[in-house]
């Protein structure tokens, strides 16, 4: 199993910049087996995904976070993160991170508490 904690979070300016942190506990599985992604939710929306990591490294972004976040991993340390630069008040949302971890020729989906980020203006 995996159990994911995320940190974090906080209070901006637009224009200002967070790091989301993703701790995992693994069992089962290592980080290797996993992809990783940031999602974000606001109330009343469904839950989008905002950055995408695969094993070998790979990212992905949605188009409006695009040069301006930058998700990456550290198997060593069971870690994904998610540098927030430029921040908007758009970006404010809980933030989740969940892994997508294979093993046997399946998947299992494992999500985190979430934490908050609030941009004003």
């Known amino acids: 199993q995996v159990q994911l904690v995320e940190s974090g979070g906080g209070s901006v300016q637009a224009g200002g910049s967070l790091t989301l942190s993703c701790a995992a506990s693994?069992?089962?599985?290592?980080?290797?087996?996993?992809?990783m992604d940031w999602y974000r939710q606001t109330p009343g929306k469904e839950r989008e995904r905002v950055a995408s990591?695969?094993?070998?490294?790979?990212?992905t972004y949605v188009d409006s976070v695009k040069d301006r976040f930058t998700i990456s991993r550290d198997n060593a340390k069971n870690r994904l993160y998610l540098q927030m630069n430029s921040l908007k008040t758009d970006d404010t949302a809980v933030y989740y991170c969940s892994w997508r971890c294979y093993r046997n020729f399946r998947v299992s989906t494992f999500w985190g508490q979430g934490t908050q980020v609030t941009v004003s203006s």
């Open positions: 990591i695969d094993s070998g490294g790979r990212s």
């Open positions: 693994l069992s089962l599985y290592t980080s290797s087996d996993c992809g």
